[in-house]
């Protein structure tokens, strides 16, 4: 369990080698801010989400304690809020959002509706535990990374490493300590691959009938449209896209081929202003010493984290 404590402990850890007050935890020379600028990442998020309700605890936690069926648009919003508050906001600004992100974790908890996997029915689980903070922070990380080279030239092994050792950091926003996490990229790759081959992962009712609702949901308008579903079937572990039911077609996949395929031709074409996402833009007008983001970074900020400006709740 990661307290209170063990938390205060990381951020002291994440001051000490943070990029500064303003340039927050990372900074503009980092890769960390060179991938999550990049608005293609959302190209993952379906498989992000996916993997993480494969944990049967995370499944069981998101079923009984989140809005996301009745409030899908909203869970979206404040996932990326609070990513990106910790990667792109000042460095009180990223502090505030992991203790909130900690505080709200220590109020999901509960028991295991059902048997799944090596989880018995009736088990605890909690949303503070390590090994469930460590699987959503490695979702987050792979699939970040993934979705990049997906549409841009993938980064180098020195680059990869970069990447890693600052992931390190941005799990310790989560309140996760260096012996919590691999060390090298090796080790991470080693963790993704060991977990995927395990029951610790195990697609449970609760996961399919989330994911069901997210990608064939009841409401046409909010429902990803079919190229972007087949996308993120293809990005997933084949036994995990097997356990959420994902059959695939020659249609489907000739949908996300095509897609892929005119997104990488068009995507490095685009503007930076359109390109990257609102909270790096906000990131940036705040290191030039700009007071208030200008209108088309807040309508992207609206877009992306549900409201015009990522640093406007004060400190904390």
Not at 3 to 26: C, I, K, M
Not at 213 to 227: E, M, N, T, V
Request: with cysteine; glycine share 8%.
């Amino acid at each position: 369990m990661v307290s209170g404590n063990d938390l205060e402990l990381a951020l002291d850890q994440v001051r000490a080698r943070a990029a500064g007050p303003v340039a927050g935890v990372f900074g503009p020379d980092t890769v960390t801010w060179r991938i999550d600028r990049e608005a293609v990442i959302f190209l993952g998020a379906g498989r992000a989400l996916l993997l993480q309700l494969a944990h049967p605890w995370v499944a069981a936690a998101i079923a009984e304690h989140s809005k996301t069926f009745a409030d899908p648009i909203g869970r979206f919003h404040r996932t990326f809020d609070i990513v990106f508050a910790m990667v792109f906001g000042s460095l009180d600004r990223a502090f505030l959002s992991s203790r909130q992100l900690h505080r709200r974790h220590g109020m999901i908890v509960g028991e295991m509706p059902e048997t799944v996997g090596p989880f018995a029915a009736g088990s605890r689980y909690c949303a503070n535990d390590v090994p469930s903070l460590r699987w959503v922070h490695a979702t987050l990380v792979e699939t970040a990374l993934m979705a990049h080279d997906l549409v841009l030239p993938p980064l180098s092994v020195e680059e990869r490493e970069r990447y890693w050792t600052e992931s390190r950091m941005f799990g310790a926003l989560f309140g996760l300590t260096a012996d919590d996490l691999p060390a090298d990229w090796s080790g991470f790759a080693a963790y993704t691959a060991a977990m995927v081959q395990s029951d610790n992962l195990t697609v449970s009712s609760a996961a399919r009938e989330i994911a069901a609702q997210i990608f064939d949901g009841a409401r046409p308008w909010l429902r990803p449209p079919r190229w972007y579903r087949a996308l993120t079937a293809n990005l997933l572990p084949e036994r995990l896209r097997a356990g959420f039911g994902f059959d695939l077609d020659a249609r489907d996949e000739r949908s996300a081929d095509n897609a892929v395929r005119w997104i990488k031709r068009l995507y490095p074409k685009l503007p930076d202003r359109l390109r990257y996402v609102g909270p790096y833009q906000e990131a940036l007008a705040r290191l030039r010493g700009e007071p208030q983001p200008d209108w088309m970074i807040r309508c992207l900020n609206r877009a992306w984290i549900g409201r015009s400006q990522m640093d406007a709740r004060g400190k904390g």
